[in-house]
C-alpha cells in the first residue's frame, strides 16, 4: 500500500510538473512565453521554423507529463520526456554545468531518470494501465528498451537538425581583422591629423 502511494506520488509531481511546463509553452499560463516566445526562444537555439519545434515541444512535454501522471501508456510518457530531457539539456543547459541555480542540468537530470525509473519499473498499481489489466504487458523489458532507445535515437535526430544560419532576408558580414563594416581598411592607413 505504501509503495502504491509513493509511486503515485511520484508520477504526479513528475508528471504534472512537465505537462505544466508544456502548457507554459502551449498556452502562456503559468507565467510562460505561450507559443510566440517559446517559437523565438527555439529558434535561437538553432531549431528552426520556431512554431513547428515550439509545437512539437509543447505537446511532448504535455503528453509525457499527462501519461506519466495517469500511469498511463507503459514506456511511452517517460520515452518522451527523456527525449524531451535530453534535447532541453544538450541545447540549453549543459554549458552551465550540473547545478539548477546556475541554470545547468539538475533538473532536466531529475525529470529524465525519474522517467527512466516509470519506463522501467512501471506505474504501480494505482495506474490506468493496472486498471486495464495492461501493466504487465506494457512494461516488458523489451518494449521499455526499445522505447528508451528510441527516445535517445530521436533526440540526438532533432539535435543534430539544428540550424544556425541568419535569419532569411539578412546577410551574415564575417568579421575579418583590419576592416569594418565590411570595407577593407587600408594597408597603410593615413597618420591621424594632429
Known amino acids: 500500500?505504501?509503495?502504491?502511494?509513493?509511486?503515485?506520488?511520484?508520477?504526479?509531481?513528475?508528471?504534472?510538473?512537465?505537462?505544466?511546463?508544456?502548457?507554459?509553452?502551449?498556452?502562456?499560463?503559468?507565467?510562460?512565453?505561450?507559443?510566440?516566445g517559446a517559437a523565438g526562444f527555439l529558434e535561437t537555439?538553432?531549431?528552426?521554423?520556431?512554431?513547428?519545434?515550439?509545437?512539437?515541444?509543447?505537446a511532448s512535454e504535455i503528453g509525457s507529463g499527462v501519461l506519466i501522471a495517469l500511469g498511463a501508456g507503459g514506456p511511452i510518457g517517460p520515452a518522451l520526456m527523456i527525449a524531451t530531457m535530453i534535447i532541453a539539456q544538450a541545447s540549453v543547459h549543459a554549458k552551465n554545468g550540473f547545478f539548477a541555480q546556475k541554470g545547468g542540468i539538475e533538473l532536466g537530470t531529475l525529470y529524465g531518470v525519474a522517467a527512466l525509473g516509470f519506463a522501467?519499473?512501471?506505474?504501480?498499481?494505482?495506474?490506468?494501465?493496472?486498471?486495464?489489466?495492461?501493466d504487465k504487458k506494457l512494461s516488458h523489458p523489451v518494449l521499455s528498451t526499445l522505447a528508451i532507445a528510441g527516445?535517445?535515437?530521436?533526440?540526438?535526430?532533432?539535435?543534430?537538425?539544428?540550424d544556425f544560419s541568419p535569419p532569411d532576408g539578412t546577410l551574415a558580414t564575417p568579421t575579418i581583422a583590419g576592416s569594418r563594416n565590411g570595407e577593407v581598411a587600408p594597408a597603410n592607413p593615413a597618420p591621424a591629423a594632429g
Open 1 to 36: 500500500m505504501l509503495d502504491t502511494i509513493g509511486v503515485l506520488a511520484a508520477r504526479l509531481v513528475v508528471g504534472g510538473g512537465m505537462a505544466a511546463h508544456g502548457v507554459q509553452k502551449a498556452f502562456g499560463w503559468f507565467e510562460g512565453p505561450g507559443p510566440a
Open 45 to 58: 537555439l538553432g531549431f528552426k521554423p520556431g512554431p513547428q519545434f515550439a509545437t512539437a515541444a509543447s
Open 120 to 134: 522501467t519499473g512501471g506505474y504501480g498499481d494505482a495506474s490506468v494501465d493496472h486498471a486495464l489489466g495492461l
Open 151 to 162: 527516445a535517445i535515437a530521436g533526440a540526438y535526430y532533432v539535435l543534430s537538425q539544428r
